[in-house]
T-cell receptor, first 112, second 110 residues
Framework: GAVVSQHPSWVICKSGTSVKIECRSL??????MFWYRQFPKQSLMLMAT?????????EQGVEKDKFLINHASLTLSTLTVTSAHPEDSSFYIC????????FGPGTRLTVT | DAKTTQPPSMDCAEGRAANLPCNHS???????VYWYRQIHSQGPQYIIH???NNETNEMASLIITEDRKSSTLILPHATLRDTAVYYC???????????FGKGTRLSVIA
């Protein structure tokens, strides 16, 4: 199947700083990518839909000014967590669709 | 909200078939049934999907009832590496994002 990568796989940052997570589709082009968040012992929650060349669509309750999404090319979407706080600590997962939806390995963010 | 209902957990003996049920009584005519699994601290892995007919691939078989209101994922010979949370999702094809429910935690026991 298609491969989606994420970088970094884990990151620790201090409260108040910003963190950027990259999501790449390695062997296919994706006009649309999706960002999910998963807290411990919970299921994946859709945060936003990232569209190449246009603004992202955020799910209800997700702060678009805090979670900045940029889909600059057909193979790259980035999620920037701005002014991170401890409650933003979570497992962030991106995905892209080529026939089926393929997921990246996830990025574990810890905010201290 | 998730459109599927799955048992929260199941056990299966290693080497035996694992049969994971899913109810999706409100599925619409154009929605597919997708199965993914998530091994601890990893991204979800695609397993199989179907619309009406039963499907089989190298990982699993998918049995969909004639009325499409329920389905069963079958892992024919479960191994310890199949221990994971299995998600049954109904969704349209195309660029519709998948919405995850709580899934079934399958424990394969030696």
């Amino acid at each position: 199947g298609a491969v989606v990568s994420q970088h970094p796989s884990w990151v620790i940052c201090k409260s108040g700083t910003s963190v950027k997570i990259e999501c790449r589709s390695l062997d296919f082009q994706a006009t649309t990518m999706f960002w999910y968040r998963q807290f411990p012992k919970q299921s994946l929650m859709l945060m936003a839909t990232s569209n190449e060349g246009s603004k992202a669509t955020y799910e209800q309750g997700v702060e678009k000014d805090k979670f900045l999404i940029n889909h600059a090319s057909l193979t790259l979407s980035t999620l920037t967590v701005t002014s991170a706080h401890p409650e933003d600590s979570s497992f962030y997962i991106c995905s892209a669709r080529q026939y089926e939806q393929y997921f990246g390995p996830g990025t574990r963010l810890t905010v201290t | 909200d998730a459109k599927t209902t799955q048992p929260p957990s199941m056990d299966c003996a290693e080497g035996r078939a694992a049969n994971l049920p899913c109810n999706h009584s409100t599925i619409s005519g154009n929605e597919y049934v997708y199965w993914y699994r998530q091994i601890h601290s990893q991204g979800p892995q695609y397993i199989i999907h179907g619309l009406k007919n039963n499907e089989t691939n190298e990982m699993a078989s998918l049995i969909i009832t004639e009325d499409r209101k329920s389905s069963t994922l079958i892992l024919p010979h479960a191994t310890l590496r199949d221990t994971a949370v299995y998600y049954c999702i109904v969704s349209f094809s195309g660029n519709t994002p998948l919405v995850f429910g709580k899934g079934t935690r399958l424990s394969v026991i030696a």
